[in-house]
């Protein structure tokens, strides 16, 4: 793509931008929200049309119209929101929309389970694909979303978010379905804001500021604060952050469960939150994290087991009795969790509130307004005004106003579950900035993380858990990345080896 410009009603998306993707080579297409990423993904598959520029694939010339002539044309995009139909078959989502037919007349079910089974094992996938898709995991949707590429004969795969709802595991699958894909000498545009996956898979990385080329690096030449420094602007010493001088013995205990247990999750698990402390759990998928956080909000009663605030016990009956005792917490699926998408930014802010801000169920709108405008100034959100609907703001700046929510409660202990997934590096670096000076304000964080990195760079202490039980517990310069890994990895190993006994 050479010399690509985008207006939108006069405003520049797109100002002169080059990109380059080799044959048979991953390519990460890296920016902030608003860098213009999805605009030049969108010209290249026919959404848009370039206002300037050419478009040069396979050795010529092309301009495509719509999505099925950029098909037409071997290119294949799979969004972060698949375009799958859950209670169809797997073998009739490959061929969605374009089934064989026998005879011209009637659909060839037989051939296309063949060549489902066909594309799907050399995916290294054997699974039934006579059965319906919703019958298997996110992971599974996606290799069915790229067998569907697949035949197409696509010469270029572009990746949208794809890992954004996958766990480490499924990560390795789908990592391992892309090497595959090169081997075959498939293009593939990969488009993440997980900076470590860049490391990871790509072999070269487009960086995009605000509409424009900021340049064309090779990965191995770069680390993650060189790529942030490219993205955002300007050097980015943030992330370099000192373990600040947190006193675990001389800090008060704040929160204290004991002996949890609740349904198949958590067997058992104990731990402690000192305020004024960032405390992370790591650990994998279906390890009992998000659960764990849900007990200390009480969002889930446990079985069996004790949680004390300030050494006092408490029965938790509802979140409300949390709530009370300043407790919040960020869901990890601010979506369907957390946003009323339909509502203002205003409303979303000030919905944990409203009993303080009302007289008789009538909402005071000049407090209202009085903590809405100071949040928003204080986290930066980036809106248009505050009575702009929320599903109209980015992620990122979706997450800040779930922040504000609680913010604007005076809370002791704020739970943040992966409170960066899904945003943009500058929105994440504001986060977890923001986490950094809730801490020094005397305000426990507890942070669910599956991102290594964060939790690293963020936590004065890091619980690691595997099947709701504690497996280790790291304190200052003992967090580190590799480190928590290796448990992780080693825990697993030797559950592998218990189940193979």
């Known amino acids: 793509m050479q010399g690509i410009s985008k207006r939108f009603l006069g405003v520049v998306a797109l100002d002169n931008v080059g990109f380059q993707v080799g044959k048979g080579e991953v390519h990460a297409l890296m920016g902030e929200n608003g860098a213009g990423k999805s605009t030049l993904i969108k010209i290249l598959t026919g959404i848009y049309q370039k206002d300037e520029g050419e478009i040069i694939f396979d050795g010529r010339e092309i301009s495509p119209k719509d999505a099925l002539e950029a098909q037409h044309e071997g290119i294949s995009t799979i969004y972060q929101e698949l375009n799958l139909v859950l209670f169809q078959t797997v073998y009739e989502n490959v061929f969605l929309g374009r089934e064989p037919m026998k005879k011209g007349r009637v659909i060839d079910r037989k051939e296309m389970i063949r060549r489902s089974r066909e594309v799907l094992d050399d995916m290294g996938i054997h699974i039934d694909v006579t059965m319906p898709l919703k019958s298997y995991s996110t992971a599974v949707q996606q290799m069915v979303a790229i067998a569907r590429a697949l035949t197409i004969n696509a010469k270029l795969v572009v990746m949208d978010e794809p890992t954004s709802s996958l766990d480490t595991q499924e990560v390795e699958v789908l990592f391992g379905v892309i090497r595959k894909l090169v081997e075959k000498e498939v293009s593939v545009i990969f488009i993440t804001h997980r900076l470590d996956e860049v ?169 209202q307004n009085e903590v809405v405008n100071k949040f928003i100034e204080r986290l930066k959100v980036k809106t248009p005004s505050p009575n702009q609907i929320i599903k109209n703001l980015s992620g990122g700046n979706q997450q800040k106003a779930l922040l504000a929510r609680w913010l604007c409660m005076n809370p002791k202990l704020v739970i943040m579950d992966e409170p960066t997934r899904g945003i943009d590096v500058g929105a994440k670096a504001e986060i977890e900035a923001l986490i950094q000076e809730l801490a020094a304000q005397g305000i426990s964080v507890l942070m669910i993380s599956s991102e290594m990195a964060e939790l690293e760079r963020n936590c004065d202490r890091v619980v690691v858990m595997r099947e709701g039980k504690k497996l280790a517990e790291l304190k200052g310069a003992e967090i580190q990345q590799d480190t928590i890994t290796e448990i992780i990895a080693k825990a697993h190993h030797d559950l592998s080896e218990e189940v193979a006994l």
């Open 199 to 367: 490391f990871e898979i790509a072999d070269r990385a487009t960086v995009l500021k605000d509409g424009r080329l900021v340049g064309e690096f090779d990965v191995r030449e770069l680390d993650q604060l060189k790529l942030v420094s490219h993205m955002i602007g300007r050097e980015f010493s943030a992330l370099e952050r000192n373990k600040k001088d947190f006193d675990y013995n001389d800090a008060q205990t704040q929160v204290e469960v004991k002996d949890i247990y609740q349904g198949v999750r958590l067997n058992g698990i104990g731990i402690d939150i000192k305020k004024g402390e960032v405390l992370g759990l790591a650990g994998l998928l279906g390890s009992g994290r998000t659960e764990l956080g849900r007990v200390i909000f009480g969002d889930l009663l446990p079985d069996e087991g004790e949680v004390f605030y300030y050494g006092k016990k408490q029965h938790f009956k509802q979140t409300e009795d949390a709530i009370k005792l300043g407790i919040g917490f960020c869901t990890e699926d601010r979506k369907v969790e957390g946003i009323l998408p339909n509502l203002s930014v205003k409303e979303n802010i000030t919905l944990a509130m409203l009993p303080q801000i009302s007289k008789f169920g009538v909402v005071s709108q000049k407090k």
